[in-house]
């Protein structure tokens, strides 16, 4: 492909200075008082700093600031070190030897363990489940291969830290070591994109790579974690995806998209070509120009989404009265991969397309039985209503049932991970929020 114009590029070294200047001397005044920011600032030891951004950033991934901070806080009071999270992780799996606090076998499905729970728990309410297996494996590894010492570049902490991309390595090595390496995030991009006219695809890998380009070059080199935390707060409280504060922005005498906004051309840039000769790579596809209506919101510009997948899942509410006249609700284990790993819920079973009442009914009766070993008929269940549930790409309707049992009845711990559960022991279970709609 041709090369991008030089003028989406950062070429003029007095202006990069000026942006830095003004980008860092509102972060200064603006930024958001945040319980990791409090961490990295206070925190003279460097691992130790290392791992209160790190597990920032891997909590920040799709999940909003506001949700992050509690969970934030109770994590780093439960493990406030990567030892104390490695021993968490290595109780629960020492060579397949099973968990030594409560007992379980390698191959026993009984008990859920408690430490793995305890895990999965904290997690549950911030939607993406793998991400804390994930960071629990790559601590054990600083500990047990790396000697407890994280890696001190965002080059070794991206190759060598299972689950750490170029985006969590570069704001570990930026905010914990003052590495002068720059982010990309979303919050980046739209940023860049506005500043420099870029209208190209901005999920292209092409594009993607001139991003990081671009923030490399623009990082300030005596204080890059702050410049990097004060780009990506500028996306997220000011040049917002649908309603940027143009008026309020540090960096408005800057930007290219708002002057193109305001003079209705793009911005004269002495000495440079213009755009669009020979196919720009990073202009927006000739087909689809500048729109005067959208103004900044031109850009970033992102291929068509593709729709969400639409499923249907059968979903049973098993209930029996516990000792004391309690009700109880049966939980079942998911596997421990694929979308919510590991999480619990009711027992579940996905439906194939345009399923009649009478055989879902038949179906979900088949699985109940294979699943609990009971005699499930399926006119017994009651069909309660459906639950819509969006996932990052499905569109997920539960079809929920019910099933009042009498009597006591026994589990057959071989079939599959399962428990009762009363009401407040379920909303304190690693279930996940749909199942909580339910
Ligand atoms: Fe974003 Fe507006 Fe600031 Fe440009 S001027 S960076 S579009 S908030
Ligand atoms: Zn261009």
């Not at 992780?89 to 409560?102: D, K, M, Q, R």
């Not at 090595?173 to 901005?202: E, F, K, M, P, W």
């Not at 070059?217 to 995806?241: H, I, K, W, Y």
């Not at 699985?367 to 017994?380: E, I, K, S």
């Amino acid at each position: 492909p041709p090369p991008p114009s030089t003028r989406h590029l950062f070429g003029d070294p007095a202006e990069v200075r000026a942006l830095r200047g003004s980008l860092l001397a509102w972060y200064g005044r603006c930024k958001r008082d945040l319980p990791w920011r409090a961490l990295a600032a206070a925190e003279p030891d460097a691992d130790r700093r290392a791992y209160a951004v790190w597990v920032s950033e891997i909590m920040l991934q799709q999940t909003q600031v506001a949700t992050v901070i509690d969970y934030y806080n109770r994590w780093m009071q439960k493990w406030p070190t990567l030892q104390a999270l490695a021993q968490a992780s290595l109780e629960v799996s020492v060579a397949g030897a099973g968990c030594a606090p409560c007992a379980r076998g390698p191959s026993s499905n009984a008990a859920p363990c408690l430490l793995e729970q305890e895990v999965n728990e904290l997690w549950a309410g911030l939607g993406y489940y793998s991400r804390g297996k994930r960071l629990q494996e790559a601590a054990r590894k600083v500990v047990s291969e790396l000697g407890g010492r994280m890696p001190r570049t965002a080059e070794d902490l991206q190759k060598l830290l299972p689950g750490v991309g170029r985006y969590t390595a570069g704001a570990i090595a930026s905010i914990s070591y003052g590495q002068a390496t720059g982010v990309v995030d979303g919050n980046v991009i739209r940023v860049l994109c506005r500043l420099r006219c870029i209208g190209a695809d901005s999920s292209s890998p092409a594009v993607i790579d001139r991003l990081w380009d671009m923030a490399n070059a623009l990082v300030d080199r005596s204080r890059p974690g702050d410049f990097n935390q004060a780009l990506m707060e500028l996306g997220a409280t000011v040049c917002t995806p649908k309603a940027p504060l143009c008026g309020e922005c540090p960096v408005k005498e800057h930007c290219r998209a708002r002057h193109r906004k305001l003079f209705g051309k793009p911005a004269p840039v002495p000495d440079v070509e213009d755009c669009g000769v020979g196919g720009c790579p990073l202009c927006p596809p000739a087909a689809e120009p500048w729109d005067s209506s959208l103004g900044v919101t031109n850009f970033p510009r992102k291929a068509a989404k593709k729709q969400p997948r639409v499923e249907r899942t059968a979903t049973c509410v098993l209930e029996r009265r516990g000792c004391h006249g309690t009700p109880e609700y049966l939980i079942v284990q998911r596997p421990s991969s694929g979308l919510l790993a590991g999480l619990w819920e009711f027992p579940s079973l996905p439906l194939a397309q345009g399923l009649q009442e009478e055989k879902q009914r038949e179906v979900l009766a088949d699985h109940l039985r294979a699943c609990t070993g009971w005699p499930v008929v399926a006119r017994a269940l009651q069909l309660i209503g459906e639950v819509v549930h969006i996932f990052s790409h499905i569109h997920q309707t539960y079809v929920v049932y019910s099933l009042p049992l009498d009597g006591d009845v026994a589990l057959d711990p071989a079939l599959a991970p399962s428990r009762w559960v009363t009401e407040e022991e379920f909303h304190a279970s690693a279930v996940s929020t749909a199942m909580k709609k339910v």
